[in-house]
């Protein structure tokens, strides 16, 4: 994993701060960052020359229920030039916000409107923050710990507004 | 001076030519369109959700349904993602008929976009020619596995049985015959004039707008880039195979079309390399917390019973972490990540789809072309919305 | 609108009941509603193999003022459940409904937030096809059941229908 441990080496040295934690699970490395520091470490990710982590794979919430912070924003990036694989955490409290990285990925548009959508996590200088697969008007935040798996109204009858 | 405003056209969920209910916001100025917004989450069922009150084995069925061209593959990710987060090793004959059963899905798979492609566009004898084929591969599934659409036959650990009598001699006479078959599709598109007015030079997407959108798969080989997840990342013992990766040169519709016709061809003969070298021995792991035991031992003894009787009910604890694997489905880059926190149910389960990305890429691609080739479009990124809703 | 208004109980009825059921039974245009897994198999039930021409679903029509048959086949979500009901009001009568699916018929494995359980808390279904999926071959079973149900239909069952409109 030498690739790797020069991703993990020079994201040490250029932020020493915001590197809260590197964990290795079975060949893959966690890297836990501070929130406030999102954009710029991934801008950096994404435009070194030896790096090169132009590619999104994944970006997906988690809901941490009894803990604080509540939430954490997973990114899982992939650099094709010199096939790699890192997984970034940053964790976000409950009624925070984190910044987008759709400037850097376009495809972080479509990620972070469905992580806004199931687990109501906001995301500044998103350029159109709305509900993507439920329907707009719906309350709630359905894939949260504490939303029921069937839904709050299950055992009222349905009439669909036409 | 009159203010000119832009049409705005609504391609409904209910249309025969977007896969699935699919709803996209034109605006068009004359028939050029000027802004593409598509809706989706008109099927979204909640899966991620439904899996964490399921034990692991209760989701394979769950993954079967999301994209349901390419059921056997989904399968396949799932359960090699749940293998990493426990550390088991499956044996060689599995592994091989695993490569087997996920290739004849993805020549399944390919032949369903090349139909409604045709169909979509006009040519409608594709359809029911491949059909005709696809209907050898479904009796085929449904000898080993007993579903047509939805097979389920992979296991965590192996398999959940081995392959019946007489079905290799079945196999065998489906990949002599399909070389013939693709070249009667050859004949009937590929130099057609009609096809080529109506897919050369339409939706052009450039190799850095697609790395940067996400984009994976056959829509992203067609613009030059050659990333395949069999090839850089490979599982299953598909290193131990001999194929290659067609790529196209310019990312339009006809790139993409001649990409996935080459890697049906190349499906068949990783089938034929798995037949003529499968390996004799057992199908699923050794290990006993995870696979079930055999059905003789259990209506015997009593041991196997409480064994079957645990397994069924509460499943397994697998240890504290996460993993990410990845899978090359029939659209691209199909990814599971697992988040455990020692319980018998996953703690958090994400699967990142391939056309949920390549669907994302439609607007680029369509913006500035006139409103007939957003059919066109559409058929050759080739989407399946239960996969980009789950 | 529609002659069944002006129909009296005379005795030249049954005849005419058998002529206008000949020709609907033999003539049941469905409309294009695959939501999900079970549309390819409906797919399948069109196609060369098994084909449902001969038995005179000669198309899919996409529009539904032209068809008569709608078969829901795949989940129905709460989202989609608004369209579904003003595209089968847009059909006109008589229109028979088949509920193709375990998902169709009841939900199927989704019991979950976003998910109508079963598309008959929303539309008047005449035949339920279970199955995940279902054989294509059920689908064609389903259909020659519902050729022998318009058998049994008479004109003047739809005239309460009819009478309880405004007529011009």
Known sequence: MVEIDISVKKLEEKFPASILEVKTFRDQVTVSIAKKDVCEICKFLCSDPDLQYQYLTDLCGLDLFPETPRFAVVYHLYSIKNNQRLRLKARVGESESISSVESIWKVANWFEREAYDLFGIPFENHPDLRRLLLWDGYEGYPLRKDYPVEGPDFDKPFVPEV | MAETRFMTINMGPQHPATHGVLRIVLELDGEVVVKAVPHIGHLHRGIEKLAESKTYHQVIPLTDRMDYTNAMGNNLGYVLAVEKLLGIEVPKRAQYIRVMMAELQRIAAHLIWLGTHALDIGAMTMLLYNFREREEILRIFEEVAGGRLTPTYFRIGGLSKDLPEGIEKKIKSFIDDFPGHMKEYETLLTKNVIW????????????????????????????????????????????????????????????????????????????????ERLP????????????????????????????????????????VGEVFSSVEASKGELAFYIVSDGSNHPFRLRIRTPSFCNLNALPKMIEGGLIADVISVIGSIDIVLGEIDR | MGIETYLENTPLIPYLDKVVNWGRRYSIWPVTFGLACCALEMMVAAASTLDMARFGSEVFRPSPRQSDLMIVAGTLTKKMAPMVKRIYEQMPEPKWVIAYGACACSGGIFKTYSVVQGVDQILPVDFYVPGCPPKPEALLAALVELQKKIDKESLLDRKDVRSTLELG
Request: without cysteine; hydrophobic residues 40%.
């Open chain 2, 280 to 319: 004799k021995g057992p199908v699923a792991s050794d290990n006993p917390w995870i696979v079930l035991p055999p059905k003789e031992m259990v209506l015997k003894d009593i041991a196997s019973l409480i064994r079957h009787f645990k397994i069924v009910s509460e499943g397994f604890q697998p240890p």
């Open chain 2, 196 to 275: 080529l007015k109506r897919t050369k030079g339409v939706g052009v997407i450039s190799k850095e707008d697609a790395i940067n959108l996400g984009v994976s798969g056959p829509t992203l080989r067609g613009s030059g880039v050659k990333f395949d997840v069999r090839k850089a990342v490979p599982y299953s013992s598909y290193d131990e195979f001999d194929f290659d990766i067609p790529v196209g040169t310019v990312g339009d519709v006809y790139d993409r079309y001649t990409v996935r016709l080459r890697e049906m061809e190349w499906s068949n003969a990783i089938v034929k390399q798995t037949l």
